[in-house]
C-alpha cells in the first residue's frame, strides 16, 4: 500500500469509484486458498463489464499456483508473488497498458527500512514484522515453500520503526513472524527474541504502551525470554505459542521440536514466573494417525496446560507437504467431531477465566464503536489480542478509539466481557 500510495494511487473509499481491485491473498490450506479465490471471482464480473481497469493477484495464492490461475480465471491482469512485492507499482502500471505481467520469482521479500508504508489497522494499532520466512518443517505445512527460508530485519531497524510508528499515535505493537522466537538466528547466529523485545520496551517509552507477541515455538522458550516476559512492564503478560498437539506420536509426525513434557514444562514456568501470564496457542486435530488414544491425549494437554486462548483447526492435506499423502487419513466427519470436542473444552476454560475476571479492574485500549450498539464501545485488555480474541464491551459510547481506561469487569460470557468504566 506504501508503495502504491508513493506512486502516485490513492486507495478507493467504496468499490465503485475504483479503477483497480488489488487483491493480496492466503493460501496456505486450502480453505484460505478457497477464500482468496472467492475474492478474486466476486470483482472478475467487474472486470469484464468494465467496471474496473485492472484486476491484480497478489501474495501466497499467486506464488502456489502460478500463471495457471489466470489461465483459470483470465479476468486477472497482474500476479505478483510473495518475493516481488516491490513490483507492485510496475504490475499495476503494465496491467493498465494491457499487460499481464506475472512477476513470480523466489520468495526473499524482506520489508526495508524506511520502505513507504500505509498502516491499515485502526491508528492506534499496528502490526510490526520482524522477520519473514520459516526455518522449521512442520509435515503440514506450506508455508516455508510460499514464504521461503527464515531471514529477520536488523534490530535498529525495527526498532526505528517503533519509534515512528509510536510517533504517529500507535498504542499497542503486535510483534509478528512466522516463528518470532527463531528471530535472528540468521542475522546475530543466535534466537535474539528477547535483545529485541527489552529494545523495543525501551523505545516504547515514547508513547506505545503495549507490546504483543505472536507466533512463538516452544523449545525457543528460554529463561532469557521469560525473563523479558517478567520484568518488561509494556510487554503484555500473553503469550501465543501455537502447540499443534499434545501426543507425543502425533507431535513427531508432524516433525515438531517439542514434546508434551517439554511444552507442559515450558508453560509451567511461564505461569510461575509471570503472574497472570495468558496463554493462546492454536491445535490440529485429525492429523494422518491420530487415533482415539491420540485425541484423548491432546485432551488431557488442554486441562493441564489450561489456555486461555485458542484455535483448533482440522488438519487440511496440502499438496506439496509431507502430511499430504501420508497413511491414515482421518475422515472429516471424525476430525470435526474432534475439533467441537476440544473447542467446546477450550471454551470452557476461556469461560472459566472470565467468570474469575468479574469484579477486577483491568486497563483497556479502546477500539472504536461496536457493531451491536451505539451506546456501547469495544475495547480489549491485555488478555485480548487483536482480531483472533474476544472483546471487553463497555457501556460508555464517549469513550474514542485509542484512548486507554480503566474499567471494572461485570460479567463474562464464553469469549467476550463487560465491563464499566471506574
Ligand atoms: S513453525 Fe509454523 S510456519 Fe513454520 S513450518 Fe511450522 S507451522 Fe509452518
Avoid at 80 to 88: E, S
Avoid at 232 to 243: H, Q, S, T
Avoid at 382 to 392: I, M
Wanted: hydrophobic share 40%.
Amino acid at each position: 500500500m506504501g508503495l502504491l500510495r508513493s506512486a502516485g494511487m490513492e486507495p478507493a473509499s467504496d468499490r465503485d469509484s475504483a479503477d483497480v481491485v488489488f487483491i493480496n491473498t492466503c493460501a496456505f490450506i486450502a480453505d484460505s486458498a478457497q477464500e482468496s479465490v472467492d475474492t478474486i471471482l466476486e470483482f472478475a464480473r467487474d472486470r469484464r463489464d468494465g467496471r474496473i481497469g485492472a484486476l491484480v493477484v497478489a501474495g501466497c495464492l499467486a506464488q502456489r499456483y502460478g500463471s495457471s490461475l489466470m489461465e483459470e480465471i483470465p479476468e486477472i491482469d497482474a500476479l505478483i508473488g510473495t518475493g516481488d512485492c516491490g513490483r507492485c507499482v510496475e504490475a499495476v502500471q503494465a496491467a493498465l497498458r494491457g499487460e499481464r505481467p506475472v512477476f513470480i520469482g523466489a520468495p526473499g521479500f524482506l520489508a526495508q527500512e524506511g520502505g513507504p508504508r500505509v498502516i491499515a489497522t485502526p491508528k492506534h494499532l499496528a502490526y510490526l514484522k520482524i522477520a519473514e520466512g520459516c526455518a522449521n518443517r512442520c509435515s503440514y505445512c506450506l508455508i516455508p515453500s510460499l514464504r521461503g527460508p527464515a531471514r529477520s530485519r536488523p534490530v535498529e531497524a525495527i526498532v526505528r520503526e517503533a519509534r515512528s510508528l509510536a510517533s504517529s499515535g500507535v498504542r499497542e505493537l503486535v510483534v509478528i513472524a512466522q516463528d518470532t522466537t527463531a528471530y535472528g538466528c540468521d542475522l546475530y547466529g543466535r534466537p535474539s527474541l528477547a535483545r529485541l523485545l527489552r529494545e523495543l520496551a525501551e523505545a516504547a517509552a515514547d508513547g506505545i504502551e503495549w507490546i504483543r507477541v505472536m507466533y512463538t515455538y516452544p523449545s525457543l522458550i528460554d529463561d532469557e525470554l521469560i525473563d523479558v516476559f517478567a520484568g518488561e512492564e509494556r510487554i503484555v503478560k500473553y503469550l501465543d505459542i501455537p502447540m499443534q498437539h499434545g501426543s507425543d506420536r502425533v507431535l513427531k509426525m508432524m516433525s515438531r521440536r517439542s514434546s508434551r513434557a517439554q511444552m507442559i514444562q515450558v508453560c509451567g514456568r511461564l505461569r510461575e514466573r509471570v503472574p497472570g501470564l495468558v496463554l493462546r496457542t492454536s491445535l490440529i486435530v485429525g492429523f494422518p494417525g491420530e487415533t482415539d488414544e491420540d485425541f484423548e491425549e491432546l485432551l488431557s494437554f488442554i486441562d493441564i496446560v489450561r489456555p486461555e486462548r485458542a484455535g483448533v483447526f482440522e488438519f487440511s492435506a496440502e499438496e506439496g507437504t509431507r502430511a499430504y499423502d501420508m497413511p491414515g487419513q482421518v475422515p472429516s466427519e471424525v476430525a470435526a467431531g474432534r475439533r467441537g470436542i476440544a473447542m467446546e473444552a477450550l471454551a470452557r476454560i476461556s469461560r472459566e477465566f472470565g467468570e474469575s475476571r468479574v469484579g477486577s479492574v483491568t486497563r483497556v485500549l479502546v477500539d472504536g464503536p461496536s457493531d451491536e450498539s451505539d451506546l456501547v464501545v469495544e475495547a480489549r485488555s491485555y488478555a485480548e489480542a487483536p482480531e483472533v480474541d474476544g472483546k471487553v464491551y463497555i457501556g460508555d459510547a464517549t469513550l474514542a478509539a485509542g484512548e486507554m481506561v480503566d474499567v471494572a469487569i461485570t460479567d463474562a460470557g464464553r469469549y467476550d466481557l463487560a465491563a464499566d468504566r471506574i
